[in-house]
């Protein structure tokens, strides 16, 4: 089994919605943050939102407080990212990620270093034209 498989990318106008959604192994989905991460063309890797599967506590970007929502299914071991009203500036390839920090912990909260994350998913498309 791939350790993150996203899918759910797309293209759509502004003010429109899309869901990303990222399936993990099970070991992966209990033991690690998960997250979702993008990249624009020539800019840096910039973690989205977070989750700590054990309890459920997000964090996100400023950016994208009150329009994207990461939610979780312990019974599928998969975790959706929800994004309403969104703008150009959303446009990116948008990647699941899951790692734990320094310490090993897996509880997590932006800003979370990308070098954190062992495991990347492939990448999906999200496209927002105005």
């Known amino acids: 089994q791939e350790p993150l498989v996203e899918s759910g990318g797309g293209s759509v106008q502004a003010g429109g919605s899309l869901t990303l959604t990222c399936v993990a192994s099970?070991?992966?989905?209990?033991?690690?943050?998960l997250g979702w991460f993008r990249q624009a063309p020539g800019k840096e890797r910039e973690g989205v939102a977070v989750i700590y599967t054990a309890d459920g506590d997000t964090s996100y970007i400023s950016s994208v407080k009150g329009r994207f929502t990461i939610s979780q299914d312990n019974a599928r071991n998969t975790v959706s990212l929800q994004m309403n009203n969104l703008k150009p500036e959303d446009t990116a390839m948008y990647y699941c990620?899951?790692?734990?920090?320094?310490?090993?912990?897996?509880?997590?909260?932006?800003?979370?270093?990308?070098?954190?994350?062992?495991?990347w998913g492939q990448g999906t498309q999200v496209t927002v034209s105005s």
């Open positions: 990620a899951a790692g734990r920090d320094e310490y090993g912990s897996s509880w997590c909260a932006l800003p979370w270093p990308a070098r954190y994350n062992r495991y």
């Open positions: 099970p070991s992966i989905y209990k033991t690690n943050c």
